[in-house]
């Protein structure tokens, strides 16, 4: 008769989660919950305020759009991790994770500001003028100041100047919440 050694119980557990956050709505008390929170709500707006300019240059504000869209959803999901405590169930170092998720959203929402800012600062050359007395007008077009030329209305060039100001400002964010998440992996 042979039997079965008895199982080894560290073969048989797996460690416990890493994460040095808060789990429920303790979450968002701390900065990282409060900055995760401005990441949704502005890269929400720099999404609405891109969109709603009818996209101009898609080949530039297209990644725009994808980084927006896809920043939201992920930080989203995040934050419903930690808000509902399954966080504490998914066996991950979530430190590493935080770190990890910080850093590339930061890459990509850096690389996503300097194509929305150099879409709207390529509008600078095109102005409606009115004929002298005449009814009518004419589109004056000026020497571009680089390789890109935009032309948009004055309404969708204020919706791109407030979309380039709320990614820097989602950029931002993401940088602190890298730096942060590098202190508690750190730790």
Not at 11 to 26: K, N
Not at 79 to 89: G, H, N, P, S, V
Not at 112 to 129: D, I, K, P, S, W
Request: with cysteine.
């Amino acid at each position: 008769m042979s039997s079965e050694p008895a199982p080894n119980p560290d073969a048989t557990s797996f460690p416990t989660p890493t994460i040095s956050l808060p789990l429920g709505l303790g979450v968002l008390r701390t900065y990282s919950g409060a900055l995760v929170s401005l990441e949704i709500l502005f890269g929400g707006l720099v999404w609405i305020l891109v969109a709603s300019s009818n996209v101009p240059v898609p080949l530039l504000q297209g990644w725009v759009m994808f980084v927006s869209i896809t920043t939201f959803l992920l930080s989203s999901c995040y934050l419903t991790l930690l808000i509902t405590r399954l966080a504490d169930r998914i066996n991950t170092n979530w430190n590493f994770v935080d770190l990890f998720y910080h850093f590339l959203a930061l890459l990509f929402y850096f690389s996503a500001f300097v194509l929305e800012a150099a879409t709207t600062a390529a509008n600078g050359g095109a102005h409606v003028n009115s004929l002298p007395n005449s009814t009518e007008s004419v589109l004056c077009i000026t020497y571009p100041r680089g390789n890109i030329f935009t032309v948009m209305t004055y309404t969708q060039y204020s919706i791109n100047v407030t979309a380039t100001i709320f990614a820097f400002f989602v950029t931002l964010c993401y940088g602190c919440s890298m730096v942060m998440g590098f202190r508690r992996w750190m730790k």
